[in-house]
């Protein structure tokens, strides 16, 4: 394994795959599952009730956020058992910038599930925005490496700016290092999560 001032590959790359974790859960998982209630009505009984959208959306924000911390928890101990990775960041700053990244992918998920009549239309949407996030943001390959055509469609996908951000912290950065990044990520929420707010439909 190639080494990088005394870090390998792993070291480089794990944070873009807790991008990857991140990006299952709320575009590959949370919008499907959410157009499910709709499709077998449950949404349509919780209307009955006195809870609200808001809480719809806010209980599978948290529900699925759990996972995706899970999951990125398991990746990260199994990378320092077998390859020794190596972590060099502050982890109460990475795990704030894993929320930030969370709430931003999230929000579009939301948005999807919001929009969608069904789970077969909130899937075709979901994987065509899940895809291009996954190859074409450095998650999955340094955009170092990539032509400058891919790095300028990088540019218009927010997963970008959440490997950026996680990367760098991971690395030793400071949040105050990634402002632009946190900036965009957290529009990416306020316009998304309130846009899924009015567009909510119980069935």
């Known amino acids: ?39 077998n009505k449950i949404l349509k009984r919780f209307m009955a009730t006195p809870i609200k959208p808001l809480d719809i959306l806010v209980s599978q924000l948290i529900v699925y956020a759990i996972i995706a911390l899970i999951g990125s928890a398991l990746l990260t101990i199994i990378g320092k058992i077998i390859y020794d990775l190596r972590f060099l960041g502050n982890i109460f700053e990475v795990l704030l910038g894993m929320l930030i990244i969370t ?21 075709a949407i979901s994987f065509i925005l899940y895809f291009p996030m996954l190859f074409l943001s450095g998650a999955t390959l340094p955009l170092g490496n990539m032509p400058d055509i891919i790095i300028s ?3 218009f996908l927010p997963l970008t700016y959440g490997v950026e951000l996680l990367q760098g912290l991971w690395l030793g950065g400071s949040l105050r290092d990634f402002l632009p990044q946190i900036g965009i990520l957290l529009g990416v929420f306020i316009l998304f999560g ?8 119980w069935e």
């Open 1 to 39: 394994m190639p080494d990088y001032n005394g870090l390998g590959n792993l070291d480089l790359l794990t944070a873009g795959y807790i991008c990857m974790v991140i990006a299952v859960a709320g575009l590959a998982s949370l919008p499907i599952t959410l157009s499910q209630y709709r499709e």
């Open 103 to 123: 709430f931003s992918i999230f929000s579009i998920g939301l948005f999807i599930a919001a929009i969608t009549k069904n789970a077969k239309a909130a899937q």
């Open 194 to 201: 309130s846009i899924s707010l009015m567009t909510f439909k």
């Open 153 to 155: 469609i990088s540019k």
